[in-house]
Structures are given as structure tokens and as C-alpha cells.
């Protein structure tokens, strides 16, 4: 068990550019979730997918989002044309099902500039 | 849609004091509750669950939290605090996905 894995750790963007995370969940976890943590405030839910499918979006993921899990493992987090609103830790989760708590990564923090 | 409310924002405290931070809940059904901690610059870590049973749930560190259905509600506790319980506390529920509540930043003075 190596943990959940993000990457990058750190992203500095200039607005209007599109930035992709990705996420390695624990390998025998199905269920994948994302997260946007902003300064003072909880983790807001943004998707999930069990296995490759994505079950679930949240409002706050707009058209600019896409998220895929393209084999059931890793998945990435694409954001196109970024906007200084978008600067957060997104965070990374993943679980072996709906019963059993998350194990959450270190999160990839972006700035957009 | 169910949703979690924290009522301390910040706690500061001496070592040794005791700590309880509120958490209450809106759902319906039945209820999977958490506590999160967040120590500084590290991930979410999980502190404690509560899915069933003995509404005295214990955790790490010396945690607990009580499980009150009448009142919605899920208090964090812990009889002596120390220093390096310094973090930030948040309360979650889930149904299919975990909902998190804005958090409680504890500072714990030396």
C-alpha cells in the first residue's frame, strides 16, 4: 500500500492555460474521488468514478473541467483556460468502496498567475 | 441534500485543557460521520468513524466523538489536549460521497 500519489505537487499557471493533474489511488481501491480545498474552507466535492465510470459531478465542476479514469486506475483532472478562481489544493481521494473511509494524497496546489 | 455545520471556526487552548468542537449534520438516512485532521502542510488524515453500533466512537490520539441521532449531532472530544494538536478539525458525512464541513482551525498553546 504506497498511498494516493498526485502530480504535480505544486502548478503555477498563467491564465487561460489548461493544466492536467493526475491521480494514482491505491491500487485495489475502485472508487476515486476529486476535491477542491480553498484557504479556510472544507474540501468541496467535485467527481467521482467507480471504476472508469464517472458516477457523479458536482456544480462547481464546470464545462472548463473534465476529469477521466480512463483504465479503472489513475485518473486526471483537466482544466482548461484557467481563471484565478481556480486556484486551490485539488485534492485527490481514493476508497475500496461506499462503505470505507478515504485515504486522501498530499494534493496538487495550483496558482494561476 | 445533506450537508454538515461546524460551529467554531478557530479554538485556542492551553496544553492540558479539554476540547470538544461542535458538528452537526442534516440527512436523513443513515449516516456514515467522520472526523478529519489536517496537521499543517500534511494531507487529510482520518481521526475517527462512525458507521453503527456503540454511539462512543474511539480514535486516534486519544479522540473520541458521540454520536447523537435526536440532536444531528457528532462533538469531537478529547480530555487533555497537547501541542502537537495543532491542526485543523473537519466533520464529514456521507451518503455515496463525503461532505465535508468547513473546519475548525485548533491552536493548542504551549
Known amino acids: 500500500d504506497t498511498g494516493v500519489s498526485q502530480n504535480p505537487r505544486h502548478k503555477i499557471t498563467k491564465r487561460g492555460q489548461n493544466v492536467t493533474f493526475r491521480c494514482d489511488p491505491i491500487?485495489?481501491?475502485?472508487?476515486l474521488y476529486w476535491y477542491r480545498q480553498t484557504l479556510g474552507q472544507g474540501p468541496e466535492f467535485l467527481t467521482y468514478?467507480?471504476?472508469?465510470?464517472?458516477?457523479?459531478k458536482s456544480r462547481l465542476l464546470s464545462d472548463r473541467f473534465s476529469a477521466e479514469r480512463p483504465k479503472g486506475s489513475f485518473s486526471t483532472l483537466e482544466i482548461q483556460r484557467t481563471e484565478q478562481g481556480d486556484s486551490a489544493m485539488y485534492l485527490c481521494?481514493?476508497?475500496?468502496?461506499?462503505?470505507?473511509?478515504?485515504?486522501f494524497g498530499s494534493g496538487t496546489r495550483l496558482t494561476v498567475v | 441534500a445533506q450537508s454538515v455545520s461546524q460551529h467554531n471556526h478557530h479554538v485556542i487552548l492551553s496544553e492540558a485543557a479539554s476540547l470538544e468542537l461542535g458538528c452537526n449534520y442534516s440527512?436523513?438516512?443513515?449516516?456514515?460521520l467522520f472526523w478529519y485532521v489536517q496537521y499543517p502542510g500534511q494531507h487529510l488524515q482520518l481521526l475517527l468513524k462512525?458507521?453503527?453500533?456503540?454511539?462512543l466512537v474511539k480514535g486516534i490520539k486519544g479522540f473520541e466523538a458521540e454520536f447523537i441521532k435526536s440532536k444531528f449531532s457528532f462533538n469531537l472530544r478529547k480530555p487533555s489536549v497537547q501541542w502537537s494538536d495543532t491542526a485543523e478539525y473537519f466533520c464529514?458525512?456521507?451518503?455515496?460521497?463525503?461532505?465535508f464541513g468547513k473546519g475548525t482551525r485548533l491552536h493548542i498553546l504551549p
Open positions: 464529514a458525512v456521507r451518503d455515496d460521497k463525503i461532505i
Open positions: 468514478f467507480q471504476n472508469e465510470a464517472q458516477l457523479e
Open positions: 481521494a481514493s476508497s475500496r468502496d461506499r462503505i470505507y473511509g478515504y485515504t
Open positions: 440527512y436523513g438516512g443513515t449516516v456514515n
Open positions: 462512525y458507521f453503527s453500533g456503540d454511539p
Open positions: 491500487s485495489e481501491h475502485n472508487r
